[in-house]
């Protein structure tokens, strides 16, 4: 996102924009690429409070938040483009807050990677996270990423 110091991420994670809904889709890749036609809008709230309720020490991936989306309201899939957008727009939202902090740098990108994209980059991520007792790995040599080490026996459960 760019000019983040001019947005109020606050008042984007109260707009519902006519979510939740769920949506069928007729394109057959997307069909084979998620296992199904029926997709899941959540609005960005939900992703705030998903993200609200992971615990010191834990973490979770946007794609266990998609899962949990799905199968809660029992669809095939949960929009991937604006879970990435909403899970963003959640961790700023929080960064302009003084109180009623959201932790959002325990919601990791696919396979334990840190999300350059939150509030202060991958290394207030990486400070955080070291904070609550996780290692954080570098990969790559072009193109550098941060993994957190052995991220599944850190993932919290949404039930």
Known sequence: MANEDKKDFNAMLHDNKDMPKIQTITDQKSIEKYGGDKMYFAPPIDYDKIMKRIPYGKVITIGKIRDYFAKLNEVDFTEPITAGIFVSIAAWASHQRSENETPY????????????????GIETQKEKLEAEGHTIIKKGRTNIRYFVKDYEESLFELD
């Open 105 to 120: 740098w325990r919601t990791l990108k696919a396979n334990g990677d840190l999300n350059p994209k939150y509030p202060g």
